[in-house]
């Protein structure tokens, strides 16, 4: 199985900064990497797919990045409702396989 | 609009079976694929395996002997059987959609608890 490795575990953030949150995978995946977003008690939402494709709907201020084995995950201006839980997925091989999420809090 | 909604027992026994039921509307299920993921208390995720358009089946190795996907396209439903469960199974059990490979539309969960 590949392994991701997402980090940091959580984040704080106040309204406006920039945050990036970073995934690691245990072999090339080359750039079949998702990211979901997650609210308690609500479904997953899929923002960004292939590395930094944006799903229709997804604002502007989400964008991805990378190759190979690292990937990053960017919220520019951070805002109120932007507070969630962050997960990056690899889909090139399965059993597919998620990275341990990232919270982000307002500070 | 594709909508997912997960359904089934909140509380299971230590070694019976968990059985949950994904029931789709908006879109057919003899199209694209469709999984059952799961979120472990600590967030943790993992993917469990999907069902096929053509009812094939794919399942995560972690759980293959105990795992069972199953659909009744008369209903546009699917299943999620797990077999001889303990604590551990404890999480939230989501179906989702699976187009071009990717899982890009959720159900909102449904918790179960694994407990004598």
């Known amino acids: 199985d590949i392994q991701m490795t997402q980090s940091p575990p959580s984040l704080s953030a106040s309204l406006g900064d920039k945050v990036t949150i970073t995934c690691q995978a245990s072999?090339?995946?080359?750039?079949?990497i998702a990211w979901y977003q997650q609210k308690p008690g609500k479904a997953p939402r899929l923002l960004i797919r292939y590395t930094s494709t944006l799903e229709s709907g997804t604002p502007s201020r989400f964008s991805g990045s990378g190759s190979g084995r690292d990937y990053s995950f960017s919220i520019s201006n951070v805002e109120s409702e932007d507070i969630a839980s962050y997960y990056c997925l690899q889909y090139v091989n399965l059993p597919w396989t998620f990275g341990g999420g990232t919270k982000l809090e307002l500070k | 609009e594709v909508q997912l909604q997960e359904s089934g027992p909140g509380l299971v026994k230590p070694s019976q079976s968990l059985s949950l039921t994904c029931s789709v509307t908006g879109y057919s299920i003899t199209s694209n694929y469709w999984g059952w993921i799961r979120k472990f208390p600590g967030n943790k995720m993992e993917w469990m395996g999907y069902?096929?358009?053509?009812?094939?089946?794919s399942y995560n190795p972690s759980l293959k002997s105990r795992i069972s996907i199953t659909r009744d396209t008369s209903k546009n439903q699917f299943f999620l059987q797990l077999n001889s469960v303990t604590t551990e199974d404890t999480a939230t059990y989501y179906c989702?959609?699976?187009?071009?490979?990717?899982?890009?539309?959720w159900g909102q969960g449904a918790s179960v608890t694994v407990s004598s």
């Open positions: 989702a959609r699976a187009m071009m490979v990717l899982m890009d539309a």
């Open positions: 069902i096929s358009y053509s009812g094939s089946t």
């Open positions: 072999q090339n995946i080359n750039k079949y």
